[in-house]
T-cell receptor, first 109, second 114 residues
Framework: EDQVTQSPEALRLQEGESSSLNCSYT??????LFWYRQDPGKGPEFLFT???AGEEKEKERLKATLTKKESFLHITAPKPEDSATYLC??????????FGRGTSLIVHP | SQTIHQWPATLVQPVGSPLSLECTVE??????LYWYRQAAGRGLQLLFY??????ISSEVPQNLSASRPQDRQFILSSKKLLLSDSGFYLC?????????????FGSGTRLTVV
């Protein structure tokens, strides 16, 4: 069973159409949940770290939230340049974070 | 500022040939270093990590090995490549206990074994 599950696998939006990506996890002692953005052919770029339920972080059109079982990455009024794969990673205790398989987002103009 | 360099960007190698991918970090000392492999639709698979010179931990038994000859240098190697070694290889660095900045990844190497 995967510790980290991301959904949907792929998402197509029209420019300006807000939506959310989901990252659910099953670890018991969450130390941190991380969101990354990855452009095709490049390494992931760090976006946020969330530590406890109820925490929220924002960056431009992105807002990440965390509950005890999942995290959401909300994208408000997306633009074509927001197209990328968004990766979630979960760290349990002192272990190295485990990555999900990602959500591929395409925003059409 | 900290930067991470990874090369080459693209590599096509025949089955049975050796492999050496190099990663170096600038602007920091004693980083934790990581090698990941990313296959289509399968997320990031941790291959090796290192918390210091000469200290290597392997996460997945396979045809690959890693070495850390210097504090900011991390090398991924293979003596004989298999077709299944094809993939996108990423080097990353991070700080144990300091998660607020996540990991910093290199630009990756696309390896195709033919």
């Amino acid at each position: 069973e995967d510790q980290v599950t991301q959904s949907p696998e792929a998402l197509r939006l029209q420019e300006g159409e807000s939506s959310s990506l989901n990252c659910s996890y099953t670890v018991s002692g969450l130390r941190g949940l991380f969101w990354y953005r990855q452009d095709p052919g490049k390494g992931p770029e760090f976006l946020f770290t969330l530590y406890s339920a109820g925490e929220e972080k924002e960056k431009e059109r992105l807002k990440a939230t965390l509950t005890k079982k999942e995290s959401f990455l909300h994208i408000t009024a997306p633009k074509p340049e927001d197209s990328a794969t968004y990766l979630c990673a979960v760290q349990e205790g002192s272990y190295i974070p485990t990555f999900g398989r990602g959500t591929s987002l395409i925003v059409h103009p | 500022s900290q930067t991470i360099h990874q090369w080459p960007a693209t590599l096509v190698q025949p089955v049975g040939s050796p492999l050496s991918l190099e990663c170096t970090v600038e602007g920091t000392s004693n980083p934790n270093l990581y090698w990941y492999r990313q296959a289509a639709g399968r997320g990031l698979q941790l291959l090796f990590y290192s918390v210091g010179i000469g200290q290597i931990s392997s996460e997945v038994p396979q045809n690959l090995s890693a070495s850390r000859p210097q504090d900011r240098q991390f090398i991924l190697s293979s003596k004989k490549l298999l077709l299944s070694d094809s993939g996108f290889y990423l080097c990353a660095w991070g700080r144990l206990g300091r998660t607020n900045y996540g990991y910093t990844f290199g630009s990756g190497t696309r390896l195709t074994v033919v």
